[in-house]
């Protein structure tokens, strides 16, 4: 297992950006432990946060979903989940703290989610997303995601519609090529619990 990212880790804030080739990042799956600093992160960036009961309920669909956190420190920065159904890779929510984002952090996660996809033999990854949410829409097409449908009226709050995203080849050397190419401009390092990337 990898060592502490409080061992190695930089402050428990963002810092300067000039920072960010000593920022270690540690990826670890989440643990009700986490849920507290989980729920403030869902609080602030989405108007409709998911509940505790949700995300227990998550954590308990162990053979179908996997969730991390990411750290920085002691401090839970952000997470992300993946429900994996046949041979699918669905990216159920992911979220990064405020204070932390355009720090890679997002990255970190999806290029995790990714590889555990991979490894559990799902060659497709889907997800949804607001229409109005291009920074994430950014970030997923990065990954090779492609908008692919619409569910109308899919937010209940706002009556905002989802862009249906999909990236299919994850098993293919294109991909493979496309993964390795985001992993080298990541900055900083990545820890794993079961591995690690990054420098
Ligand atoms: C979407 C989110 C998870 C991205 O996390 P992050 O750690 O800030 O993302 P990264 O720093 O890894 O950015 C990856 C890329 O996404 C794009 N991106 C991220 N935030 C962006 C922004 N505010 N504006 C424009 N592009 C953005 C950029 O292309 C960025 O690469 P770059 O920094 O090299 O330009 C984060 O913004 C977030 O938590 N948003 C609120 C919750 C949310 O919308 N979740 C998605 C639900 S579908």
């Given at each position: 297992m990898a060592s502490r990212a409080s061992d190695i880790g930089p402050p428990e804030s963002p810092g300067d950006p000039d920072d960010a080739d000593r920022l270690a990042v540690h990826l670890v799956p989440m643990r009700r432990r986490h849920l507290r600093a989980v729920m403030r992160i869902e609080a602030q960036v989405y108007p409709r946060p998911w509940s505790l009961p949700l995300f227990l309920s998550e954590l308990n669909l162990r053979t179908s979903r996997a969730y991390f956190v990411a750290r920085v420190g002691g401090t839970v920065v952000g997470y992300c989940g993946l429900m994996l159904v046949e041979g699918d890779g669905h990216i159920t929510n992911i979220a990064v703290d405020p204070l932390w984002q355009r720090h890679q952090i997002g990255t970190r996660l999806l290029l995790n989610a990714t590889r555990h996809c991979l490894a559990r033999g799902a060659t497709r990854m889907t997800l949804e997303v607001r229409m109005s949410n291009r920074a994430a829409q950014t970030m997923y097409r990065k990954f090779g995601f492609e908008a692919a449908g619409v569910r109308k009226n899919?937010?209940?709050?706002?009556?905002e519609d989802a862009l249906i995203m999909w990236a299919y080849g994850l098993d293919t050397a294109k991909y493979a090529e496309r993964l390795s190419v985001i992993e080298s401009g990541i900055r900083g390092s990545t820890l794993v619990e079961d591995g690690d990337f990054g420098r």
């Open positions: 899919y937010y209940a709050e706002s009556r």
